[in-house]
């Protein structure tokens, strides 16, 4: 079992930058693929990016592609999104999950998730 902390929200200029971080407790999160998905208001929750156990995959939505960074850094428990070129259509709540989903960019196949931070990108 995994728990998961986000931080890295706030409040953004549009074509600022922000970087999120998922922190997560437990020794074994070197085995978990970890996933970003993000919940823009009144909409339901979309994938955002993945990455393998690894970090030798990634996965990225076509809206942030070329955009947004996944990462991660398994010493440090750590996984990241650095977004760039940001817009208001990436106003949301950013999650990060985890689990070792066969598909990871299904957000039903993560069992594990953060609470979640706020992102918002101001016009």
């Known amino acids: 079992q995994v728990q998961l902390v986000e931080s890295g929200g706030g409040l953004v200029q549009a074509g600022g930058s922000l970087r999120l971080s998922c922190a997560a407790s437990?020794?074994?999160?070197?085995?978990?693929?970890v996933g970003w998905f993000r919940q823009p208001p009144g909409n339901e929750r979309e994938f955002v990016a993945a990455?393998?156990?690894?970090?030798?995959?990634?996965y990225y939505a076509d809206s942030v592609k070329g955009r947004f960074t996944i990462s991660r850094d398994n010493a440090k428990n750590t996984a990241y999104l650095q977004m760039n070129s940001l817009n208001p259509e990436d106003t949301a709540l950013y999650y990060c999950?985890?689990?070792?989903?066969?598909?990871?960019?299904?957000?039903?196949?993560?069992?594990?998730w953060g609470q979640g931070t706020q992102v918002t990108v101001s016009s």
């Open positions: 437990g020794r074994t999160f070197s085995t978990y693929t």
């Open positions: 999950a985890a689990d070792n989903p066969r598909v990871p960019t299904r957000e039903s196949l993560y069992n594990y």
């Open positions: 990455i393998s156990r690894s970090g030798l995959y990634t």
